[in-house]
């Protein structure tokens, strides 16, 4: 194993200078990474919590429609489950909303 032994001056430059550019390229890797996974995190986490809301808000404001008697119990049941969920297929099942992303 010859090339392990840093006897010559060249040997000993290009094991500096490899040891130069890894170390600093490794350490901004790392940081870039996990700077990135946590705001995707954060997003996501956001993302999530205004679709909760959002929905929250619906039921509310459907609520406020089926107190006032406007609207039916089940009708407004079923509206909120349109609006996350779908219309229902021909088997009477309700597919995911593909326009919906909560993460």
Do not use: C, W
């Not at 039921?59 to 039916?72: D, F, P, R």
């Amino acid at each position: 194993m010859d090339i392990l032994k840093l006897n010559s001056i060249k040997k000993k430059l290009v094991f500096i200078s490899v040891l130069l550019l890894i170390v600093p390229l490794s350490a901004l890797g790392y940081f870039s990474y996990t700077n990135s996974t946590k705001s995707l995190n954060d997003l996501g986490e956001t993302n999530l919590k205004n679709s909760v809301e959002m929905t929250v808000e619906m039921i509310t404001a459907l609520n406020i429609e089926v107190e006032k008697g406007n609207i039916s119990l089940e009708d407004a049941q079923e509206r909120v489950k349109v609006a996350i969920l779908g219309e229902k297929d021909a088997d009477q099942k309700r597919a995911i909303n593909k326009k919906i992303n909560s993460g």
